[in-house]
């Protein structure tokens, strides 16, 4: 029994690493790399500043595949207040695995009232794409997706 | 050749709103948004830069929102926004391109 237990154990271990060993392979196999994301949260930081990022407040409705990676549909609603000590600053869209991952900034007045926002972007390849915002007291507020591209965009 | 720049649109809602709803502006133009990353598939040589990099919205005469645009945005870029309504005026938005062009269009927003 014991025996047994054991070689099911290896068996599992084995193909588990088969497994990874095929993975990175797909990896090397699709031109440009995946970009490591401690490079995007440092330009991150670079562009909305530093510090924690609360994953609330920001949501970024994009279908999780663009037909067509030239032309990304980019729907970005906040659920903040827009008042005079209180609102969203700026906003912040980067593509991790862009060539260039900052794609655009935008910097607000509590004026605007409501912030919605669409924009059409680029995208070279699958990727996360984060949309982060900076409220007037410097606190962070930020969205994840991963999309997924089914023809590739010559993204800048 | 020559890639049409410029025809700057932009459309807000064609009727009076309340004072203090939020409107959607809509706003294109004719830009190639060429990033400079590009190669050029017959000569091989780069595709130089020429897009638009700075964005500004005013609304009644003040400033409201700016923007700082990449090569990363598509061509003839589609942008939309939300607006609070608060008072009757034009929506004036204003491109600048790295050539240093300027292209801007306008929309009127009447409350009721």
Known sequence: MRQLKKLALTRRGFFRGAGLAGMAVLAAGTGVPRRASAEVDALVAEHMGAGPIAMEKVTLSAPPTAENGTLVRIPIEVDHPMEANNFIQSLGIFVDNNPSPFVAKFDFTPEVGKIGLELRIKMAKASKVRVICKSNTGKLFGTIKEISVAEGGCAG | MGEQVGNARVRGPQEAVAKGSVVLIKTLIDHPMESGLRKDKESGETIPAHHVTDVVVNYAGKEVMKAVW???????????????????????????????????????????
């Open chain 2, 70 to 112: 990449t090569g990363a945005v598509s061509k003839n870029p589609f942008f939309a926004f939300s607006l609070k309504a608060t008072t009757s005026g034009p929506v004036k938005v204003t491109w600048k391109d790295n050539k240093g062009v300027e292209f801007s269009g306008t929309a009127e927003v009447k409350v009721s």
